[in-house]
């Protein structure tokens, strides 16, 4: 019954935040015109790229019965491969977003070779500043897996519901000024939120960690795992990227917008059952 619980309480708080983002892209369309719908949505694409195949390729999928594993086997290692483990992931997401951040000029006027010039460095701009936010979803979604990993769910399924809210208060904002910008500031506000939330979790069970680069055979071993998984989440992005790249192409920065927001209504169901019964049964498998 209290795995039952866990499910439907993960389960609600999963509901309400794809409510939350739908509302916000509704409203989105609503508000703005349909290009510069486009050229925001389009500019998560680079920066969830490098989520799909550093995080959700195999962060969670695997780090999570990994830690299991050593709570219970090795609980002397526990502080130091969580500690690592943050640290790493700091460390090379600062890396690939910096260098993505320099060759993002070259490549989003590949993917939006049809757009307008003016679009097409909205994008470029809106991109290169959304990697702030990347960096700190990177980091909070480490955190979620260490939660997660010692059964306490509660921070992780509230702070995607914060996320969701504050972008979506940002769109009254961005209407009030007519400044689109402040969309982008509202997804990594919403970034903020949702790191401080795990963050505070992880304070309130009593989890401590501290800066540590140090590398060792665990560290292989979660590296390794995450390799095929880390492929398939990231031909999944690409193959959103493809989209954007044909809709740029068939229609326009207007299209661009409709498949985005297609993009996304697709995904909840995904998301929906991978944040519920997903989250907890990943908690039961040990490498």
Same mark, same amino acid.
């Given at each position: 019954?209290?795995?039952? *619980?866990?499910?439907?309480?993960?389960? &609600?708080?999963?509901?309400?935040?794809?409510? %939350? &983002?739908?509302?916000?892209? $509704?409203? +989105?369309?609503?508000?703005?015109?349909?290009? /510069?719908?486009?050229?925001?949505?389009?500019?998560?694409?680079?920066?969830?790229?490098?989520?799909?195949?550093?995080?959700?390729?195999?962060?969670?999928?695997?780090?999570?019965?990994?830690?299991?594993?050593?709570? *219970?086997?090795?609980?002397?290692?526990?502080?130091?491969?969580?500690?690592?483990? %943050?640290? @790493?992931?700091?460390?090379? =997401?600062?890396?690939?977003?910096?260098?993505?951040?320099?060759?993002?000029?070259?490549?989003?006027?590949?993917?939006?070779?049809?757009?307008?010039?003016?679009?097409?460095?909205?994008?470029?701009? =809106?991109?290169? %500043?959304?990697?702030?936010?990347?960096?700190?979803?990177?980091?909070?979604?480490? @955190?979620?897996?260490? $939660?997660?990993?010692? #059964?306490?769910?509660?921070?992780?399924?509230?702070?995607?519901?914060?996320?969701?809210?504050?972008?979506? +208060?940002?769109?009254?904002?961005?209407?009030?000024? #007519?400044?689109?910008?402040?969309?982008?500031?509202?997804?990594?506000? !919403?970034?903020?939120?949702?790191?401080? /939330?795990?963050?505070?979790?992880? #304070?309130?069970? !009593?989890?401590?960690?501290?800066?540590?680069?140090? @590398?060792?055979?665990?560290?292989?071993?979660?590296?390794?795992?995450?390799?095929?998984?880390?492929?398939?989440?990231? =031909? =999944?992005? %690409?193959?959103? +990227?493809?989209?954007?790249?044909?809709?740029?192409?068939?229609?326009?920065?207007?299209?661009? !917008?409709?498949?985005?927001?297609?993009?996304?209504?697709?995904?909840?169901?995904?998301?929906?059952?991978?944040?519920?019964?997903?989250?907890?049964?990943?908690?039961?498998?040990?490498?």
């Amino acid at each position: 019954m209290a795995r039952l *619980r866990t499910i439907s309480g993960l389960a &609600g708080a999963s509901i309400i935040a794809t409510g %939350l &983002g739908f509302c916000r892209d $509704l409203l +989105l369309t609503r508000a703005f015109d349909t290009a /510069t719908v486009g050229h925001y949505l389009a500019s998560f694409q680079l920066g969830d790229l490098a989520l799909n195949f550093l995080v959700f390729g195999g962060m969670q999928t695997v780090l999570v019965p990994q830690l299991v594993r050593i709570i *219970r086997t090795k609980p002397h290692l526990r502080n130091q491969f969580m500690s690592r483990v %943050l640290s @790493w992931t700091v460390l090379s =997401f600062a890396i690939v977003l910096g260098i993505l951040a320099l060759l993002t000029p070259l490549i989003i006027p590949l993917i939006l070779k049809e757009s307008s010039e003016a679009g097409i460095e909205t994008v470029i701009r =809106f991109t290169q %500043l959304l990697y702030i936010q990347t960096l700190l979803l990177a980091l909070s979604l480490a @955190w979620n897996a260490i $939660l997660i990993a010692h #059964e306490h769910y509660r921070a992780g399924a509230l702070a995607p519901i914060l996320y969701s809210a504050t972008g979506l +208060l940002a769109i009254p904002l961005a209407v009030y000024y #007519e400044e689109p910008l402040l969309l982008v500031g509202g997804a990594i506000v !919403g970034a903020c939120v949702h790191l401080v /939330t795990t963050i505070t979790g992880a #304070e309130k069970v !009593g989890i401590s960690v501290r800066p540590d680069l140090g @590398w060792d055979d665990e560290l292989t071993t979660l590296v390794k795992a995450m390799i095929p998984r880390s492929i398939s989440q990231g =031909f =999944f992005q %690409l193959t959103s +990227l493809v989209y954007t790249a044909l809709a740029s192409r068939l229609g326009g920065d207007n299209l661009v !917008g409709l498949v985005r927001i297609c993009i996304n209504l697709g995904t909840m169901p995904m998301k929906f059952i991978s944040n519920s019964f997903g989250t907890t049964a990943l908690r039961e498998q040990h490498t």
